[in-house]
């Protein structure tokens, strides 16, 4: 869609939204939804296009500024705040080469070799334990479904990521073991991946259709492919970023200029202009066609693995940028400053398995962006620079918000892995995340840092640990 195309679509929806607004918002919406549930809605969002959006406002014009629905009441101080923008920690969810490609392949290439075996067995093997199928049948139960509804879905964030009744490590039908559980156990069932949440198809979907609530004040009631095309366009002017978006699959950019734009305006990877100009960041034609190979073959492992995580992924993702870090220090990324994208770099020796691990972390990025997004996480921003907890990813003390991103990504990879049948890595992954979680809560105890919302992500979270017996 052109630019000036796309102005002339967003003044008709913006004339259309203006001469319907009194009779939806009257006539169809109860009355705890015009009141508290948008306003609680509105006042997260407008917070987080605050903390992690303001940079980008400099580069949108008046005219187009003053369409925002959302962002425009931040308008008087976009040029005092974007002078401290350098100041303010984001998410970027950066991946440093050393620390990730350090034994990774190795671990996932020994693992590969056996892949085929374990896929085809994996769902015949009977466990004859009564204590494990025990344990399989109480997972089996755990997963809470959602309201269609979203005024009672976003009510019911905290309910419906309350895994267990009580407390993990109180649960008597739970059979928890003092020794390092055998996690080859894990993938012998879907059970795990589908209570995890960041791979759930519905909370995601539900997430997005908040989050397009919230920009449009609009129920978008019509297909999923409608909903991500319509909430991607919303988003373009937030973000500043022009992403290349189907409903219906995940876009690969290589150089796009938009893309390229929207990296570093999001600060998810700087190009100075000289490195863009010289070409530096592109790959060559036969690079290009070597990584579509692999990312297609990654995500059919994924789809092979898991079909509703796959589903989410194709709803949640606008596009992967492929680009070449000009610092060399980095591998993959995305930013709460540009939903929807992820960039990968990636290197001569990644497998499809390595791939695969690229992307499924930064999706659970993306989808713990989006539920910051509407349903907040933090009581205030700018003291979770000095909340410090130990990253179970980095294996270092970062900014909490950083790790409780990193310890959400490394359960969810754990999952994957030993369902995928990749267990060195999982087995690698597993020696740090208790520790890590353990550490969340005891860092949020003393600073108290989350707020319901994250109190909720931070409990499933510690439950999930404990339940899958890591």
């Given at each position: 869609?052109?630019?000036?195309?796309?102005?002339?679509?967003?003044?008709?929806?913006?004339?259309?939204?203006?001469?319907?607004?009194?009779?939806?918002?009257?006539?169809?919406?109860?009355?705890?939804?015009?009141?508290?549930?948008?306003?609680?809605?509105?006042?997260?969002?407008?917070?987080?296009?605050?903390?992690?959006?303001?940079?980008?406002?400099?580069?949108?014009?008046?005219?187009?500024?003053?369409?925002?629905?959302?962002?425009?009441?931040?308008?008087?101080?976009?040029?005092?705040?974007?002078?401290?923008?350098?100041?303010?920690?984001?998410?970027?969810?950066?991946?440093?080469?050393?620390?990730?490609?350090?034994?990774?392949?190795?671990?996932?290439?020994?693992?590969?070799?056996?892949?085929?075996?374990?896929?085809?067995?994996?769902?015949?093997?009977?466990?004859?334990?009564?204590?494990?199928?025990?344990?399989?049948?109480?997972?089996?139960?755990?997963?809470?479904?959602?309201?269609?509804?979203?005024?009672?879905?976003?009510?019911?964030?905290?309910?419906?990521?309350?895994?267990?009744?009580?407390?993990?490590?109180?649960?008597?039908?739970?059979?928890?073991?003092?020794?390092?559980?055998?996690?080859?156990?894990?993938?012998?069932?879907?059970?795990?991946?589908?209570?995890?949440?960041?791979?759930?198809?519905?909370?995601?979907?539900?997430?997005?259709?908040?989050?397009?609530?919230?920009?449009?004040?609009?129920i978008i009631t019509e297909s999923n492919e409608t909903?991500?095309?319509?909430l991607f366009e919303e988003l373009q002017d937030l973000q500043a970023i022009r992403l290349p978006v189907?409903?219906?699959?995940?876009?690969?950019?290589?150089?796009?200029?938009?893309?390229?734009?929207?990296?570093?305006?999001?600060?998810?990877?700087?190009?100075?202009?000289?490195?863009?100009?010289?070409?530096?960041?592109?790959?060559?034609?036969?690079?290009?066609?070597?990584?579509?190979?692999?990312?297609?073959?990654?995500?059919?492992?994924?789809?092979?693995?898991?079909?509703?995580?796959?589903?989410?992924?194709?709803?949640?993702?606008?596009?992967?940028?492929?680009?070449?870090?000009?610092?060399?220090?980095?591998?993959?990324?995305?930013?709460?400053?540009?939903?929807?994208?992820?960039?990968?770099?990636?290197?001569?020796?990644?497998?499809?398995?390595?791939?695969?691990?690229?992307?499924?972390?930064?999706?659970?990025?993306?989808?713990?962006?989006?539920?910051?997004?509407?349903?907040?996480?933090?009581?205030?921003?700018?003291?979770?620079?000095?909340?410090?907890?130990?990253?179970?990813?980095?294996?270092?003390?970062?900014?909490?918000?950083?790790?409780?991103?990193?310890?959400?990504?490394?359960?969810?990879?754990?999952?994957?892995?030993?369902?995928?049948?990749?267990?060195?890595?999982?087995?690698?992954?597993?020696?740090?995340?208790?520790?890590?979680?353990?550490?969340?809560?005891?860092?949020?105890?003393?600073?108290?840092?989350?707020?319901?919302?994250?109190?909720?992500?931070?409990?499933?979270?510690?439950?999930?640990?404990?339940?899958?017996?890591?």
């Open positions: 869609m052109s630019g000036e195309h796309a102005g002339q679509g967003m003044e008709l929806r913006t004339l259309l939204f203006l001469l319907c607004l009194s009779t939806f918002v009257t006539g169809i919406l109860p009355k705890e939804i015009q009141h508290g549930f948008k306003g609680t809605l509105h006042d997260n969002m407008k917070e987080y296009f605050k903390n992690y959006m303001v940079e980008n406002f400099k580069g949108v014009i008046e005219k187009q500024f003053d369409k925002l629905k959302i962002s425009k009441w931040i308008g008087e101080d976009v040029s005092k705040r974007s002078q401290q923008a350098s100041a303010l920690e984001r998410d970027i969810g950066l991946i440093v080469v050393k620390d990730i490609l350090k034994g990774l392949s190795d671990t996932l290439k020994a693992d590969e070799r056996s892949l085929g075996s374990i896929l085809e067995k994996r769902d015949n093997t009977i466990i004859q334990s009564p204590d494990i199928l025990a344990w399989f049948r109480e997972v089996s139960d755990l997963r809470q479904t959602i309201s269609s509804d979203i005024n009672t879905s976003f009510k019911s964030w905290s309910d419906v990521l309350s895994a267990l009744p009580d407390r993990c490590d109180e649960s008597p039908n739970v059979p928890m073991s003092t020794h390092h559980s055998d996690i080859t156990l894990l993938g012998k069932t879907p059970d795990f991946m589908n209570l995890f949440w960041p791979f759930r198809f519905d909370i995601n979907v539900m997430n997005q259709r908040l989050a397009a609530y919230g920009l449009t004040n609009i909903l991500k095309l319509d189907k409903g219906n699959q995940i876009m690969f950019s290589f150089g796009d200029e938009d893309v390229v734009e929207g990296l570093n305006r999001s600060r998810l990877v700087p190009l100075s202009k000289s490195y863009v100009k010289a070409a530096k960041h592109l790959y060559t034609k036969e690079e290009q066609e070597y990584i579509r190979l692999l990312a297609t073959e990654a995500l059919n492992l994924i789809n092979k693995t898991h079909t509703e995580l796959h589903s989410a992924m194709v709803q949640m993702i606008s596009c992967i940028a492929f680009a070449k870090d000009e610092a060399a220090t980095h591998i993959s990324g995305s930013a709460n400053s540009a939903l929807g994208l992820i960039w990968l770099n990636p290197q001569e020796d990644w497998t499809v398995p390595v791939m695969a691990e690229q992307l499924v972390h930064e999706f659970i990025h993306i989808t713990l962006f989006y539920a910051e997004l509407v349903h907040r996480g933090y009581k205030d921003v700018s003291r979770l620079p000095d909340a410090k907890a130990m990253s179970s990813i980095r294996r270092k003390p970062r900014p909490y918000d950083k790790s409780l991103h990193a310890a959400y990504v490394s359960a969810g990879l754990i999952t994957f892995h030993t369902r995928a049948g990749f267990i060195n890595r999982a087995a690698e992954l597993v020696q740090t995340l208790p520790e890590a979680v353990q550490e969340l809560n005891r860092v949020n105890a003393e600073t108290d840092v989350l707020d319901e919302a994250g109190r909720a992500m931070l409990d499933f979270l510690t439950d999930y640990v404990c339940l899958t017996r890591m």
